[in-house]
């Protein structure tokens, strides 16, 4: 099942892709049709601003990733000996290279992976993660992070988070000419008549629409993945650790600490074990993690 959960997220990879590519390129042409009045030349512009952004994003994610978040480097065991130790022994188990080591000075305890693959992948926890958890549930945590890495969810959850900003940036972009092309479409409307105003202005509300809904889209089609990997990656830990109720405990900790972390990075929010913005809503559709209680019930089973 594993193996096949790793074939599932590199197909997945390449549907990320195609989801996030044809809203971007909708967007373009709303733009290019707005703006230049043709929908391809805003079709390639978008294409183009995307692939450079997400390209930029995809190969510096990790350093990207630990400066939005205040990460700093461990760079030996001695500054860290529990931490380096488990992921030195989890690493050999899970048969991936040892990551690089981060550790985020805050008291809420937490913990992520992220990289591109795992010959590029990092973990970070925080220092109240660090202190909290006993040698059994620091290595349910590292266990379920280093499964991230083993199962490829780590570049998933990269290339949507590359492709999610450059959706909130291009759609920002749009509002903002549908807005100025609104206001300095006067002329043009005048000349070609009434039929080009009526266009102008559908255009206008199509543009508005795409600036307020691109994130909404991009952030739910990022949550889900968010959400379904993480119940892979407990069960994962478990096959690593040997040892379920440590993750479970860790879990219950998790659960019982209800102070967000102070300077957390939003856009990388759904990297983390648990949800460091303390976030809750009653439909569930924009939490970033399945709810923990749900979580430790499907561990207790195992």
Do not use: C
């Not at 972009?173 to 039929?195: E, H, I, Q």
């Not at 990075?265 to 913005?277: G, K, R």
């Amino acid at each position: 099942m594993l193996y096949q959960q790793i074939a599932r997220n590199k197909r997945k990879t390449y549907l990320v892709f195609a989801v996030f590519f044809a809203l971007l390129g909708t967007i373009g042409g709303v733009i290019g049709q707005l703006w230049f009045q043709s929908a391809i030349s805003g079709v390639v512009m978008a294409l183009v601003i995307t692939i450079f952004y997400a390209l930029g994003t995809y190969f510096q994610s990790t350093s990207l990733v630990m400066q939005m978040n205040h990460a700093q480097a461990i760079k030996s065991s001695d500054q860290a000996p529990q931490l380096w130790h488990i992921v030195e022994d989890l690493s050999l188990v899970a048969h991936v290279p040892q990551p690089d080591l981060y550790i985020i000075d805050d008291p809420s305890p937490n913990a992520f992976a992220t990289g591109r693959d795992p010959e590029h992948a990092a973990v970070a926890v925080t220092s109240g993660l660090y202190e909290m958890m006993d040698r059994s549930e620091l290595e349910g945590v590292l266990g379920h992070e280093l499964s991230h890495i083993r199962n490829y969810d780590i570049r998933v959850s990269t290339i949507a988070l590359a492709l999610s900003s450059a959706i909130v940036f291009i759609s920002s972009m749009l509002g903002n000419m549908a807005r100025w092309g609104w206001l300095f479409g006067g002329d043009r409307n005048d000349r070609d008549g009434d039929r080009n105003g009526v266009l102008q202005l559908v255009l206008f509300i199509v543009g508005l629409l795409f600036s307020i809904l691109g994130p909404i889209i991009a952030t739910i089609v990022q949550l889900a993945i968010s959400r379904n990997r993480e119940y892979l990656a407990d069960a994962s830990s478990v096959e690593l650790t040997r040892n379920p109720q440590g993750l479970i405990d860790a879990l219950q900790k998790l659960m019982t600490f209800e102070q967000p972390m102070k300077n957390v990075d939003e856009a990388s929010a759904a990297l983390y074990i648990s949800d460091p913005l303390k976030k809750r809503s009653g439909a569930h559709l924009f939490d970033t993690h399945p709810p923990l209680a749900d979580r430790i019930a499907r561990l207790e089973k195992m």
